[in-house]
C-alpha cells in the first residue's frame, strides 16, 4: 500500500514537472545521475576443487538505476528539490527486480533575500570536531584509475565531499555591520538523527549552530555548538543519550615575509556524553586543542597541524565512521569448506557501498588497525596528540607533481599500561605525464602512491606492540585517442606485526583486548578500458584480480576476479 | 604575528606539561604480564582456637590482580574451607577465617593442607596448619534444636513407614559423632517417615526474634542422589513444616494458626548444609487449614517437623540429617 502511495505521487511529481515545465519552462530543471553497472565475481585460487566444494564458482550482478533529480521553484524565493530512483535489477522478470524509490526530497529558499533555510534532505557540516564526514581507510592519494569505485560507493552512501547526509530543518544568514564587527554569519540547524523504534531506543535528535564574526579582513572568530540528545519520552525508557559539544575558533590571515599567504587557525572546545537516569553509565567530559598554519609557497599547498584530543572527548557528528566493519561483504561474504565469513578487505573498501555506513553513531565504532590506526576517527580521534605536515602540489618539473603527507601521533595515556602507542604515519603520491615529456598528444600518466604506518608501543613483552602496513598503490592512463584510454593499475598492501584489539562496552568503555597477530598480504590488480564522453559520463570496462593471503592461517586465502562494466552520466 | 605566536607555544607548554599518568581500559598487566610472588604464601596465626573466638589468615602479595583461591582441608574430618579472591595481594580483609567450612563436614581439632592456587596460572603453593579447637557453631546468635550427640531424643516423636529406616548412627556425621540416619523404599505411599522436632524438646529456648527476614533455619542434609526411574530426577524429596503457635496455648490449631512449609530435592551425595530465610518459608495450605494471621513470626514456633519423601513407583530414598539449628543474622555458614 505504501509502495503504491509511494509511486501515485512519483508521478504525480513527474507530471506536474512536465506540465509545469511546459507551462512555465524556467522554473523546472533536471539534473541526477545514470548508472549502469554489471560485474560478475569469480572464485579463483589454487586447489579450489579441495579447498572449497561448497561456493559458487562464479556470480553476476547488475542493475540500471537514474535516478531523476527534479527541482521547482513555484516562486522564485523557494526551490523544492527531490531525487527519484528507478532502479532495475538484472535477472529480474515481469517488473519483479524494478523499483521506484524517492532518494531525497527537500526544499530551500530564502526569506526576505535574507535569510536562507532547508528543509527535508540536508547535506551538513561543520567543524572537525562536531558534525565532519572523514574519508574511508586508505583512501588518500588513491589513483584515479579506482576513482570510479570511489565516486559509485559515496553516491550510494550519500557522501558528498565531507557532509554528513541528514533530515532537518536548517538556516542560514549573515549580517554586514561595518563597525567593530564587519560582518556576522549565523547557521543553525535542526535534525532527526533517529525516530522513535517501537519498544526500542527513543528519539534521537541533534541541533547545532555556528557563529562566524569577521572583525577585519585579517581576523575572524566564530564557534560552533552541537547537541546530540534522545527524547525520553518517545519510548518506555527512563534513560536518555546526550552529547553535546562546544568550540571556539580564532582564525587570522596575513602574508608571511610580505610574500605568502598565512592562515592560522585555533580551535579548541570541549564535549560531555552521558547517560540520563543511567546509574551504571559515565559521564564523561572531554576537550580537545587543534592548531593550523597554512601557507602557499611555490604554488605548494604547505600545512602544518598540531591536535590534541583527550581520551574522554566525543563527538557524534565527527567521530561516527563511513566503514562499518560488523557488515559483511557482498561478494562472497562466506567461502571455503568451512564456509568462513570473508573479512572486509581492500577490494571490498574500494568497491562495496554496501559496508558503509550512513547513520551517526552514538558510540565508537570498531576499526581495524591494519587499515586505520593512527587516526582512525579523523582529527576527533580520541586521546591524541601530535602534528602533521603536508605540501601538496610540489611541481618538480612540468610534468611531475609531489603530494607528501606525514603525521607522528601518541596516545595521551596508555591503553591497559602506562606505556603510549607511538604513531608514525606517512603517505607520498606523484604523478608523471610522460605525455608532456615526448610531447605526445594523447595523454599517458603514471598515477603512484605510497602509505606507510607504523603504531608502536614499548614496554615489557606483553606491552609491545609493533605493527607496520604498507600499501602501494599505482596506475597508468595510455589515451589511444583523445576520449579512450587503456587503463590498468594495482594496489599492494601488507600488514606485519601484533596488536591489542580493543572491546568496548555500550558506554565505550574499555573492557578488554584480544592479541592480535597479522601477517597479511592483499593484492589488487585491475586492467581495461575507458572512454569518456565529457566529464563524469563515461563507460569502462575492466577486470580486476583481488588476493588475501593471512599467512598465518594460509587455508583461508582468498583470490577472487572480477569483470566490472559501468556506464556513469551526470545529467 | 609576534603574540599570537608567543600565545601559541605558552599554551602548547602548558598543554605538554598537564600530563596524565592514569590509564585507560583494564591493566594489561592483569591480563596478559606474568605472575610474580612479591610476598611470599604465609599463614598467620597457626594453632588458632577457633572455638575461642580466634581467627587465622593469610598473606602474599603477587605482581598483578589475579583470580586466587585458597582451600583448606582437615586431614581427620575432611572438611573443606576455600576462600577466593581478586585482587594483587592476600591479606586481613580479604582471606580471614574463623573456622567455619564450605564443604561439610565441620572441621575438628586437625591438622590441615593449605593450598593457593589461581585461575589461569599453574603456579600451586602449599602449607600446613593446625587448628587446636574447632569452631563452636552453637552461641547467642543460635538456637540448636539437636545435634544428635546425646542421642535421639524420644519426645521428637514421628512415623517411618514399615521397612524403612530411622536410627542413630555414629562415625561419619556432618557435625560431631552422631547423626540421625534416615532411609527406605515405600511403594505405597510418598512419605518413607517425618519427625517432629517439638520446641519444648529443643537442646536451646526458643529465643529466636520475630523479624522472619533475619531468622535462618539450618541443617544437615547427607543425600545419595539416586536418581528416579520414572521422573529422571533425584529419588529423594525433602520437606520442611514449620508450626507456629500462635496464641501460646501449647499446641497447633491447623483451623487458627499458620503452618509454613518448604521443599527441595536432595539431589546431591554428601554433607550439605541448607540454610532457609524464615521470609521464603510458604503458606501452601490453603483455609480452612491454614488459617492463622498469615504473618511468619519464628518467635511462635512451636514445631519443625522434617519429611523424607519420595515417588513411590521409583524405589530406594535417603536423606540422613544431622545439627538442626537456627541461626539469627544470617546463615550458619556464611
Given at each position: 500500500?505504501?509502495?503504491?502511495?509511494?509511486?501515485?505521487?512519483?508521478?504525480?511529481?513527474?507530471?506536474?514537472?512536465?506540465?509545469?515545465?511546459?507551462?512555465?519552462?524556467?522554473?523546472?530543471?533536471?539534473?541526477?545521475?545514470?548508472?549502469?553497472?554489471?560485474?560478475?565475481?569469480?572464485?579463483?585460487?589454487?586447489?579450489?576443487?579441495?579447498?572449497?566444494?561448497?561456493?559458487?564458482?562464479?556470480?553476476?550482478?547488475?542493475?540500471?538505476?537514474?535516478?531523476?533529480?527534479?527541482?521547482?521553484?513555484?516562486?522564485?524565493?523557494?526551490?523544492?528539490?527531490?531525487?527519484?530512483?528507478?532502479?532495475?535489477?538484472?535477472?529480474?522478470?515481469?517488473?519483479?527486480?524494478?523499483?521506484?524509490?524517492?532518494?531525497?526530497?527537500?526544499?530551500?529558499?530564502?526569506?526576505?533575500?535574507?535569510?536562507?533555510?532547508?528543509?527535508?534532505?540536508?547535506?551538513?557540516k561543520q567543524s572537525k570536531y562536531t558534525l565532519y564526514n572523514y574519508s574511508q581507510d586508505l583512501s588518500h592519494f588513491e589513483p584515479d584509475v579506482f576513482s570510479f569505485y570511489r565516486e559509485y560507493v559515496n553516491y550510494e552512501n550519500y557522501y558528498k565531499e565531507n557532509y554528513w547526509r541528514l533530515q532537518g530543518i536548517q538556516?542560514?544568514?549573515?549580517?554586514?555591520?561595518?563597525?567593530?564587527?564587519?560582518?556576522?554569519?549565523?547557521?543553525?540547524?535542526?535534525?532527526?538523527?533517529?525516530?522513535a523504534q517501537w519498544l526500542g531506543d527513543p528519539e534521537l535528535l541533534m541541533f547545532g549552530g555556528t557563529l562566524f564574526i569577521r572583525l577585519n579582513e585579517k581576523i575572524k572568530i566564530g564557534s560552533h555548538y552541537i547537541n546530540t540528545f534522545e527524547i525520553k519520552s518517545t519510548s518506555n525508557t527512563d534513560i536518555a543519550y546526550f552529547n553535546p559539544v562546544f568550540t571556539a575558533k580564532f582564525m587570522y590571515s596575513d602574508k608571511f615575509l610580505d610574500m605568502y599567504p598565512l592562515d592560522i587557525l585555533f580551535e579548541g572546545g570541549v564535549s560531555k556524553r552521558g547517560w540520563e537516569g543511567d546509574g551504571f553509565a559515565p559521564e564523561t567530559q572531554g576537550m580537545f586543542f587543534n592548531s593550523t598554519f597554512q601557507s602557499k609557497i611555490n604554488n605548494s599547498n604547505l600545512r602544518l597541524n598540531f591536535k590534541l584530543v583527550d581520551t574522554d572527548f566525543r563527538s557524534i557528528g565527527a567521530q561516527t565512521r563511513r566503514l562499518n566493519y560488523s557488515l559483511v561483504p557482498s561478494s562472497y561474504a562466506y567461502y571455503g569448506n568451512s564456509y568462513t565469513q570473508r573479512k572486509i578487505g581492500l577490494l571490498d573498501i574500494i568497491s562495496d557501498p554496501d559496508i558503509y555506513n550512513q547513520r551517526l553513531s552514538t558510540s565508537l565504532m570498531d576499526y581495524n588497525p591494519i587499515y586505520s590506526a593512527t587516526l582512525p576517527y579523523g582529527d576527533a580521534t580520541p586521546n591524541r596528540i601530535?602534528?602533521?605536515?603536508?605540501?601538496?602540489?610540489?611541481?618538480?618539473?612540468?610534468?611531475?607533481?609531489?603530494?607528501?603527507?606525514?603525521?607522528?601521533?601518541?596516545?595521551?595515556?596508555?591503553?591497559?599500561?602506562?606505556?603510549?602507542?607511538?604513531?608514525?604515519?606517512?603517505?607520498?603520491?606523484?604523478?608523471?605525464?610522460?605525455?608532456?615529456?615526448?610531447?605526445?598528444?594523447?595523454?599517458?600518466?603514471?598515477?603512484?602512491?605510497?602509505?606507510?604506518?607504523?603504531?608502536?608501543?614499548?614496554?615489557?613483552?606483553?606491552?609491545?606492540?609493533?605493527?607496520?602496513?604498507?600499501l602501494i598503490s599505482s596506475g597508468i592512463l595510455v589515451g589511444l585517442t583523445d576520449n579512450l584510454s587503456l587503463v590498468c593499475g594495482s594496489k599492494l598492501f601488507s600488514a606485519v606485526g601484533n596488536e591489542y584489539l580493543i572491546e568496548r562496552n555500550t558506554y565505550d568503555q574499555i573492557i578488554d583486548y584480544n592479541t592480535a597477530n597479522f601477517d597479511i598480504s592483499e593484492m589488487i590488480l585491475v586492467g581495461g578500458i575507458q572512454y569518456y564522453f565529457e566529464k563524469d559520463t563515461y563507460i569502462t570496462m575492466q577486470y580486476n584480480h583481488f588476493n588475501m593471503l593471512d599467512n598465518n592461517i594460509l587455508e583461508d586465502e582468498f583470490s577472487m576476479g572480477r569483470l566490472v562494466f559501468m556506464f556513469n552520466m551526470n545529467l | 604575528m609576534k603574540k599570537i605566536t608567543i600565545l601559541l607555544f605558552a599554551f602548547l607548554a602548558v598543554l605538554f606539561s598537564c600530563e596524565k599518568n592514569d590509564i585507560e581500559g583494564p591493566n594489561l598487566n592483569d591480563l596478559y604480564g606474568p605472575l610474580d610472588i612479591l610476598e611470599s604464601f604465609k599463614i598467620v596465626g597457626d594453632s588458632v582456637d577457633f572455638e575461642n573466638d580466634e581467627i587465622l589468615y593469610f598473606t602474599a602479595s603477587f605482581s598483578k590482580i589475579v583470580d586466587w583461591k585458597i582451600k583448606i582441608r582437615g586431614l581427620t574430618s575432611g572438611s573443606i574451607k576455600i576462600i577466593s579472591g581478586k585482587s594483587n595481594y592476600i591479606n586481613l580483609n580479604n582471606s580471614s577465617w574463623e573456622g567455619s567450612s564450605t564443604e561439610l563436614p565441620f572441621f575438628v581439632s586437625e591438622n590441615c593442607d593449605v593450598e593457593l592456587s589461581f585461575e589461569i596460572h599453574d603456579d600451586i603453593f602449599q602449607d600446613t596448619l593446625y587448628i587446636s579447637s574447632a569452631k563452636d557453631y552453637n552461641n547467642e546468635s543460635t538456637v540448636l534444636i539437636t545435634d544428635f550427640e546425646a542421642g535421639f531424643n524420644p519426645n521428637f516423636t514421628g512415623f517411618f513407614q514399615a521397612g524403612c529406616t530411622k536410627s542413630l548412627t555414629t562415625g561419619g556425621s556432618g557435625e560431631g559423632a552422631k547423626h540421625l540416619q534416615?532411609?527406605?523404599?515405600?511403594?505405597?505411599?510418598?512419605?518413607?517417615?517425618?519427625?517432629?522436632?517439638?520446641?519444648?524438646?529443643?537442646?536451646?529456648?526458643?529465643?529466636?526474634?520475630?523479624?522472619?527476614?533475619?531468622?535462618?533455619?539450618?541443617?544437615?542434609?547427607?543425600?545419595?542422589?539416586?536418581?528416579?526411574?520414572?521422573?529422571?530426577?533425584?529419588?529423594?524429596?525433602?520437606?520442611?513444616?514449620?508450626?507456629?503457635?500462635?496464641?501460646?496455648?501449647?499446641?497447633?490449631?491447623?483451623?487458627?494458626?499458620?503452618?509454613?512449609?518448604?521443599?527441595?530435592?536432595?539431589?546431591?551425595?554428601?554433607?550439605?548444609?541448607?540454610?532457609?530465610?524464615?521470609?521464603?518459608?510458604?503458606?501452601?495450605?490453603?483455609?480452612?487449614?491454614?488459617?492463622?494471621?498469615?504473618i511468619r513470626n519464628p518467635s511462635q514456633i512451636y514445631n519443625v517437623r522434617t519429611l523424607l519423601l519420595a515417588n513411590p513407583n521409583s524405589g530406594f530414598a535417603k536423606a540422613d540429617v544431622d545439627f538442626l539449628i537456627w541461626s539469627i543474622g544470617g546463615p550458619i555458614l556464611n
Amino acid at each position: 500500500m505504501k509502495n503504491i502511495l509511494l509511486n501515485i505521487l512519483i508521478i504525480f511529481l513527474i507530471s506536474y514537472a512536465l506540465s509545469t515545465q511546459a507551462q512555465i519552462k524556467s522554473k523546472v530543471w533536471y539534473d541526477g545521475n545514470a548508472r549502469v553497472m554489471y560485474d560478475r565475481d569469480i572464485l579463483t585460487g589454487d586447489n579450489l576443487d579441495q579447498k572449497d566444494t561448497v561456493s559458487t564458482r562464479s556470480n553476476g550482478t547488475g542493475f540500471s538505476k537514474i535516478d531523476l533529480g527534479l527541482h521547482f521553484t513555484p516562486i522564485n524565493e523557494i526551490e523544492i528539490s527531490s531525487s527519484i530512483r528507478l532502479q532495475n535489477d538484472f535477472g529480474g522478470m515481469w517488473g519483479n527486480r524494478n523499483s521506484v524509490t524517492l532518494r531525497s526530497l527537500s526544499a530551500s529558499g530564502v526569506i526576505n533575500n535574507k535569510i536562507r533555510f532547508g528543509i527535508g534532505d540536508l547535506f551538513l557540516k561543520q567543524s572537525k570536531y562536531t558534525l565532519y564526514n572523514y574519508s574511508q581507510d586508505l583512501s588518500h592519494f588513491e589513483p584515479d584509475v579506482f576513482s570510479f569505485y570511489r565516486e559509485y560507493v559515496n553516491y550510494e552512501n550519500y557522501y558528498k565531499e565531507n557532509y554528513w547526509r541528514l533530515q532537518g530543518i536548517q538556516t542560514n544568514f549573515s549580517y554586514n555591520m561595518y563597525n567593530i564587527i564587519e560582518q556576522i554569519d549565523i547557521d543553525a540547524f535542526t535534525s532527526r538523527i533517529r525516530g522513535a523504534q517501537w519498544l526500542g531506543d527513543p528519539e534521537l535528535l541533534m541541533f547545532g549552530g555556528t557563529l562566524f564574526i569577521r572583525l577585519n579582513e585579517k581576523i575572524k572568530i566564530g564557534s560552533h555548538y552541537i547537541n546530540t540528545f534522545e527524547i525520553k519520552s518517545t519510548s518506555n525508557t527512563d534513560i536518555a543519550y546526550f552529547n553535546p559539544v562546544f568550540t571556539a575558533k580564532f582564525m587570522y590571515s596575513d602574508k608571511f615575509l610580505d610574500m605568502y599567504p598565512l592562515d592560522i587557525l585555533f580551535e579548541g572546545g570541549v564535549s560531555k556524553r552521558g547517560w540520563e537516569g543511567d546509574g551504571f553509565a559515565p559521564e564523561t567530559q572531554g576537550m580537545f586543542f587543534n592548531s593550523t598554519f597554512q601557507s602557499k609557497i611555490n604554488n605548494s599547498n604547505l600545512r602544518l597541524n598540531f591536535k590534541l584530543v583527550d581520551t574522554d572527548f566525543r563527538s557524534i557528528g565527527a567521530q561516527t565512521r563511513r566503514l562499518n566493519y560488523s557488515l559483511v561483504p557482498s561478494s562472497y561474504a562466506y567461502y571455503g569448506n568451512s564456509y568462513t565469513q570473508r573479512k572486509i578487505g581492500l577490494l571490498d573498501i574500494i568497491s562495496d557501498p554496501d559496508i558503509y555506513n550512513q547513520r551517526l553513531s552514538t558510540s565508537l565504532m570498531d576499526y581495524n588497525p591494519i587499515y586505520s590506526a593512527t587516526l582512525p576517527y579523523g582529527d576527533a580521534t580520541p586521546n591524541r596528540i601530535g602534528t602533521e605536515v603536508s605540501i601538496e602540489e610540489i611541481k618538480i618539473t612540468g610534468f611531475l607533481k609531489l603530494n607528501i603527507d606525514a603525521k607522528y601521533f601518541t596516545e595521551l595515556i596508555g591503553q591497559g599500561t602506562t606505556q603510549k602507542r607511538n604513531f608514525l604515519n606517512g603517505a607520498i603520491s606523484s604523478k608523471l605525464h610522460i605525455n608532456k615529456i615526448f610531447d605526445i598528444s594523447v595523454p599517458i600518466i603514471i598515477d603512484a602512491s605510497a602509505f606507510a604506518e607504523n603504531i608502536k608501543r614499548s614496554g615489557s613483552e606483553f606491552e609491545r606492540i609493533n605493527l607496520k602496513t604498507n600499501l602501494i598503490s599505482s596506475g597508468i592512463l595510455v589515451g589511444l585517442t583523445d576520449n579512450l584510454s587503456l587503463v590498468c593499475g594495482s594496489k599492494l598492501f601488507s600488514a606485519v606485526g601484533n596488536e591489542y584489539l580493543i572491546e568496548r562496552n555500550t558506554y565505550d568503555q574499555i573492557i578488554d583486548y584480544n592479541t592480535a597477530n597479522f601477517d597479511i598480504s592483499e593484492m589488487i590488480l585491475v586492467g581495461g578500458i575507458q572512454y569518456y564522453f565529457e566529464k563524469d559520463t563515461y563507460i569502462t570496462m575492466q577486470y580486476n584480480h583481488f588476493n588475501m593471503l593471512d599467512n598465518n592461517i594460509l587455508e583461508d586465502e582468498f583470490s577472487m576476479g572480477r569483470l566490472v562494466f559501468m556506464f556513469n552520466m551526470n545529467l | 604575528m609576534k603574540k599570537i605566536t608567543i600565545l601559541l607555544f605558552a599554551f602548547l607548554a602548558v598543554l605538554f606539561s598537564c600530563e596524565k599518568n592514569d590509564i585507560e581500559g583494564p591493566n594489561l598487566n592483569d591480563l596478559y604480564g606474568p605472575l610474580d610472588i612479591l610476598e611470599s604464601f604465609k599463614i598467620v596465626g597457626d594453632s588458632v582456637d577457633f572455638e575461642n573466638d580466634e581467627i587465622l589468615y593469610f598473606t602474599a602479595s603477587f605482581s598483578k590482580i589475579v583470580d586466587w583461591k585458597i582451600k583448606i582441608r582437615g586431614l581427620t574430618s575432611g572438611s573443606i574451607k576455600i576462600i577466593s579472591g581478586k585482587s594483587n595481594y592476600i591479606n586481613l580483609n580479604n582471606s580471614s577465617w574463623e573456622g567455619s567450612s564450605t564443604e561439610l563436614p565441620f572441621f575438628v581439632s586437625e591438622n590441615c593442607d593449605v593450598e593457593l592456587s589461581f585461575e589461569i596460572h599453574d603456579d600451586i603453593f602449599q602449607d600446613t596448619l593446625y587448628i587446636s579447637s574447632a569452631k563452636d557453631y552453637n552461641n547467642e546468635s543460635t538456637v540448636l534444636i539437636t545435634d544428635f550427640e546425646a542421642g535421639f531424643n524420644p519426645n521428637f516423636t514421628g512415623f517411618f513407614q514399615a521397612g524403612c529406616t530411622k536410627s542413630l548412627t555414629t562415625g561419619g556425621s556432618g557435625e560431631g559423632a552422631k547423626h540421625l540416619q534416615q532411609f527406605g523404599t515405600c511403594d505405597w505411599d510418598w512419605l518413607i517417615g517425618y519427625i517432629d522436632y517439638y520446641s519444648n524438646f529443643w537442646l536451646n529456648p526458643n529465643t529466636l526474634v520475630s523479624d522472619p527476614s533475619q531468622v535462618y533455619f539450618n541443617i544437615m542434609i547427607k543425600g545419595d542422589s539416586t536418581i528416579s526411574i520414572v521422573d529422571g530426577v533425584p529419588n529423594s524429596l525433602f520437606k520442611l513444616e514449620f508450626y507456629e503457635d500462635e496464641n501460646n496455648d501449647g499446641y497447633y490449631d491447623a483451623s487458627s494458626e499458620d503452618r509454613y512449609d518448604y521443599e527441595f530435592d536432595v539431589n546431591w551425595n554428601g554433607w550439605k548444609m541448607i540454610s532457609i530465610n524464615y521470609n521464603d518459608v510458604e503458606n501452601l495450605i490453603a483455609p480452612p487449614n491454614n488459617s492463622g494471621d498469615g504473618i511468619r513470626n519464628p518467635s511462635q514456633i512451636y514445631n519443625v517437623r522434617t519429611l523424607l519423601l519420595a515417588n513411590p513407583n521409583s524405589g530406594f530414598a535417603k536423606a540422613d540429617v544431622d545439627f538442626l539449628i537456627w541461626s539469627i543474622g544470617g546463615p550458619i555458614l556464611n
